[in-house]
């Protein structure tokens, strides 16, 4: 699976804001755009899962989902947590 950034980078490493893209195939499919920190998911950002239409809204920590968020389903739902 192909990668893309476009953003900050401090020593190397992805740090501030930026976009990160994962291509699958011939096509770019999920995306994250916000914040990093030494190389990780860190701060405010969005996710969005291009094969389901979903894309979560909320906090990261290390990378991982962490905090208050929402998660948009493509019917229109949402989840708060």
């Known amino acids: ?3 893309k950034y476009e953003g ?3 020593n190397g490493k992805k740090e501030g804001r930026g976009i990160y893209y994962y291509k ?3 096509k770019y499919g999920d995306k994250y755009e916000g914040d990093w ?3 990780e998911r860190e701060g ?14 909320g906090d990261w920590v290390n990378g991982k989902k962490e905090g208050n968020g929402i998660y948009f389903y493509k019917n229109g739902n949402k989840y708060t947590g």
């Open 24 to 26: 699958l195939g011939d």
């Open 1 to 3: 699976m192909e990668k």
């Open 44 to 57: 405010k950002g969005i996710y969005f899962y291009h094969k389901y239409g979903n894309k979560y809204e």
């Open 37 to 39: 920190k030494n190389n």
């Open 8 to 10: 900050g980078y401090k």
